[in-house]
């Protein structure tokens, strides 16, 4: 991954075509969908659902361009069921599965939280992701900077960095540097297309901590 949750590219990996947009890209910037047994679309996070998978970008606009214009259909050779509110469900999967690998990576000792702990972590070097509540304080979030060629996560809430920590809430946290934070780097820029307009970015990223 590259800086500010977003995919390096990877030529040599998989690629299929959004059926919304029509570009062809790597499956780890895209969503996996099905058609399940009632004919319902049924989204495949894991990649792993049985039946022929239907692609598209993670990106709001086009999963519900998606929605509306009956593409899954279309894309399905065959009269489909499509949810309502399809992108806001597949926003709070993405959202859960973000939250439950910073919750493995902090029982794997591969992350912690709170101002110090990370502050610590990013002046010794030892992490690879900073990740900062994004209706955190902006003047309290100032104070800490990306790890140079790391990643920052900046679209997560409070709350759902409090259910990673098994808190109430939580601002800063900052991931080690393994395969578990790289799953949580990719699967957190997926849930960037659901969620942050335009695909913003921090301009904090890359620069040594204060």
Not at 59 to 82: C, H, S, T
Request: aromatic share 4%; charged share 30%.
């Amino acid at each position: 991954m590259g800086r500010g949750g977003q995919p390096k590219d990877r030529s040599e990996g998989p690629e299929r075509k959004c059926i919304a947009t029509g570009e062809v890209r790597p499956v780890e910037g895209m969503i996996r969908f099905v058609t399940g047994p009632d004919n319902q679309i049924v989204p495949d996070l894991l990649g792993k659902l049985p039946g022929r998978g239907i692609w598209v970008s993670a990106d709001r606009a086009a999963l519900e361009k998606a929605a509306a214009k009956n593409l899954f259909a279309r894309a399905a050779k065959q009269p489909v069921q499509v949810p309502e509110g399809l992108a806001d469900f597949v926003e709070a999967q993405l959202s859960l599965r973000v939250t439950n690998l910073i919750s493995l990576a902090r029982k794997g000792g591969e992350a912690v939280c709170g101002y110090e702990k990370v502050k610590d972590w990013l002046q010794k070097e030892e992490a690879s992701v900073l990740i900062q509540a994004s209706d955190g304080s902006e003047r309290g979030k100032s104070k800490l900077s990306t790890p140079y060629g790391g990643d920052f996560i900046g679209w997560l809430t409070a709350d759902e960095l409090g259910r990673a920590f098994g808190r109430q809430t939580v601002i800063h946290a900052a991931l080690g540097d393994g395969g578990l934070p790289l799953r949580v780097v990719e699967e957190a820029a997926r849930l960037k297309g659901l969620r942050v307009s335009g695909g913003e970015e921090s301009h904090r990223k890359g620069r040594k901590t204060r």
